[in-house]
């Protein structure tokens, strides 16, 4: 089914607590935890806690769910303290995408180049 746990994803089993993460929030339909191999000074991931493989699929499949993810960005940028910081979701290998199952990175507490990389 749309939307259902996957078995052998990273970020289902984070939400599911079998694989611990540092969590930053929880609501209803999100988890918020800091990546693991952190970009900035402060670099977290938003994920929705059902399963899509990107942004977009998300957004046309559980636009809630999506809307949800981009307000909690909101919110943890100003619990975070940041006055600037880049939100992104990588679609695609070709971009760096390495985990199939939607989420935001919020990378702040630094300067950054745009265009960027
Ligand atoms: P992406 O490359 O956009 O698919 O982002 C996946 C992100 O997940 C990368 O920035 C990884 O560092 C991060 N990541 C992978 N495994 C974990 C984990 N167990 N806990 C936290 N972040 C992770
Ligand atoms: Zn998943």
Known sequence: MPGEP???????????????ATI????????????INPQAP???LVI????????????AEA???????LRETQVIADEEKLEAYRTVFNTGAGV???????????????GMQWPPG
Do not use: M, S
């Not at 996957?6 to 611990?20: N, T």
């Not at 929705?48 to 957004?59: D, T």
């Not at 760096?96 to 630094?110: D, E, K, N, S, Y």
């Open 6 to 20: 996957q078995d052998d994803c990273l970020f289902c089993k984070i939400v599911a607590g079998q694989i611990p």
């Open 24 to 35: 930053v929030r929880e609501t209803d339909t999100t988890v918020a935890f800091r990546d």
């Open 42 to 44: 402060t670099h977290i």
């Open 48 to 59: 929705p806690k059902v399963h899509y493989e990107n942004a977009a699929a998300l957004a």
């Open 63 to 69: 636009p809630q769910a999506a809307a949800d993810v």
């Open 96 to 110: 760096g995408q390495t985990v199939w199952h939607a989420h935001a990175h919020i990378l702040g507490g630094r």
